[in-house]
């Protein structure tokens, strides 16, 4: 998906590239993906996977797990070093729970969300497919996402309070009618009723703690570590380099886990709160600052900088998603470009005002009006700033 696809309330359509020519985001099957990782693992022959066993607890001292195995019996397990990828709701992280010095923090966000599905027609994809569609309703959006079959993912985030107004079939079609009108013939009348009312809308919570690992005995990685809301869409790819990020820390310390576990943490933490954050401001991106040409223009202005100063100005999404400056840094950086180019563009407005006041005494009467008027435009563009 090489933009975002802006879908207006009256049906107009306006793309948002997410980077340069041939920069592009994908959208990925996660069962598909899970499919391919396990058929990877499978290649290690020091690897034995087992499903359907519930991990029930975990000793500190001995590094023993006890789990529920399918038949309702208890094993044992010891492990010289537990990594604990067992998402939001980690049982491994419980135990670092009781730990003193465990920072722990998570955040339920008062929206919810819902997934309809987006038929094909005629056996092709109803909307174009290498965009990320999204409808921004400022306090609520929803978006869609392509599927290798021809389908459309479409998501609805909105809060909880707006889900629960809806509760019949008449208020589900009013409510699309109102807000996303363009969408209804695309989804298809029948099939929107009976999606909408499939599931009930679903929480998403942020997760934050601190330090990743006990000891030499255990560490955590991916959403057991950081869980975050889904709108920079780097949840995955915060995991995925979590193993990466590890693995150099191996390679540096040769694989002495007293020394890696503990620098892992402190490398890893900060990124990973950063982009927990960062998430949380993209979903206020996404669903009131694209309606905004104020922000439109600073994304052209961004764009336009970093094409003539490459290596100075750098857009955010572009550090994210395009490269792997780390998630912190990219932060930090961004907050610093943003008061260069607003100082930048407070003294551009500046010296317009002087140089219009200079042309309002040096030119005659009849030009006044005119005049003041680009003068009042300057002011209020300052005032923006």
């Keep these: 998906m090489h933009a975002r696809m802006i879908h207006a309330l009256n049906g107009a359509q306006s793309p948002i590239p997410y980077g340069r020519k041939g920069q592009y985001i994908l959208s990925v099957d996660r069962a598909n993906l899970n499919k391919e990782l396990l058929t990877a693992s499978e290649e290690y022959s020091s690897t034995k996977l087992n499903f359907e066993h519930k991990l029930l607890d975990w000793s500190i001292e001995t590094g023993a797990m006890t789990f529920l195995r399918p038949d309702g019996t208890k094993e044992q397990i010891k492990a010289d070093l537990i990594v604990g990828c067992d998402g939001a709701f980690s049982t491994i992280r419980k135990q670092f729970l009781r730990q003193s010095r465990f920072n722990y923090s998570q955040t339920y966000i008062p929206h919810g969300y819902m997934e309809l599905t987006m038929p094909p027609r005629n056996g092709d994809f109803v909307m174009k497919p290498n965009f990320l569609h999204i409808w921004p309703r400022n306090t609520f959006m929803m978006i869609a996402l392509p599927n290798l079959d021809k389908t459309f993912t479409c998501t609805l985030f909105m809060p909880f309070e707006d889900f629960e107004k809806i509760t019949t079939e008449?208020?589900?079609?009013?409510?699309?009618?109102?807000?996303?009108?363009?969408?209804?013939?695309?989804?298809?009348?029948?099939?929107?009723?009976?999606?909408?009312?499939?599931?009930?809308?679903?929480?998403?919570?942020?997760?934050?703690?601190?330090?990743?690992?006990?000891?030499?005995k255990c560490v955590i990685m991916g959403d057991a570590a950081h869980a975050v809301v889904p709108f920079y869409g780097q949840g995955m790819n915060a995991g995925f380099e979590d193993c990466l990020v590890f693995n150099e820390v191996m390679d540096q310390l040769d694989e002495d886990f007293s020394a890696v576990l503990k620098e892992y943490s402190r490398v890893r933490v900060p990124d990973d709160h950063a982009i927990a954050d960062l998430a949380m401001y993209n979903y206020i991106e996404m669903r009131a600052h694209v309606n905004s040409k104020w922000f439109l223009f600073r994304k052209y202005l961004d764009n336009f900088l970093h094409f003539v100063m490459p290596s100075t100005i750098i857009p955010l999404y572009t550090m994210i998603t395009f490269t792997r400056t780390r998630y912190h840094e990219a932060m930090k950086r961004w907050h610093w470009q943003k008061r260069?180019?607003?100082?930048?563009?407070?003294?551009?407005?500046?010296?317009?005002?002087?140089?219009?006041?200079?042309?309002?005494?040096?030119?005659?009467?009849?030009?006044?009006?005119?005049?003041?008027?680009?003068l009042w435009t300057q002011v209020q563009a300052i005032r923006w700033l």
């Design 340 to 374: 260069v180019i607003n100082w930048g563009l407070c003294l551009c407005g500046v010296v317009s005002v002087i140089g219009g006041t200079y042309l309002l005494i040096r030119h005659p009467p009849r030009h006044t009006t005119l005049l003041v008027e680009q």
């Design 170 to 216: 008449e208020q589900v079609m009013e409510f699309f009618q109102t807000y996303f009108p363009d969408s209804i013939p695309l989804i298809g009348e029948d099939t929107l009723k009976r999606d909408y009312f499939r599931l009930p809308a679903q929480a998403m919570v942020s997760v934050k703690c601190s330090p990743y690992h006990i000891g030499d």
